[in-house]
């Protein structure tokens, strides 16, 4: 069993930055593919980064390349979402996650055990 915690959303004029944090426990935390995903109302969950149980590869979605940075400290158990540079239609609530370590990392249904979210509004 594993528990994620997420923390750090918040309410941010557009341009502005946030920085997410999610603390695992329960598990071998280091061992394991983690994801970052995003749920608007009305929209389906999507997929926003992943990375590696060593942190030597990274994965994004289009729409926060360039902008969002995923980063993990396995010593602390904790992977994190730096937001910069946020805009309007990033508003969403954020979810990080577990994958299988089988199957593709942009896909929801290829990870276990997810947090409770933490909601992060973009004003314009």
């Known amino acids: 069993q594993v528990q994620l915690v997420e923390s750090g959303g918040g309410l941010v004029q557009a341009g502005g930055s946030l920085r997410l944090s999610c603390a695992a426990s329960?598990?071998?935390?280091?061992?394991?593919?983690m994801g970052w995903f995003r749920q608007a109302p009305g929209n389906e969950r999507e997929f926003v980064a992943a990375?590696?149980?060593?942190?030597?590869?990274?994965y994004y979605a289009d729409s926060v390349k360039g902008r969002f940075t995923i980063s993990r400290d396995n010593a602390k158990n904790t992977v994190y979402l730096q937001m910069n540079s946020l805009k309007a239609e990033d508003t969403a609530v954020y979810y990080c996650a577990v994958h299988r370590n089988r199957g593709s990392y942009y896909y929801s249904r290829n990870y276990d055990y997810w947090g409770q979210g933490t909601q992060v509004t973009v004003s314009s």
């Open positions: 329960g598990r071998t935390f280091s061992t394991y593919t």
């Open positions: 990375i590696t149980w060593s942190g030597g590869s990274t």
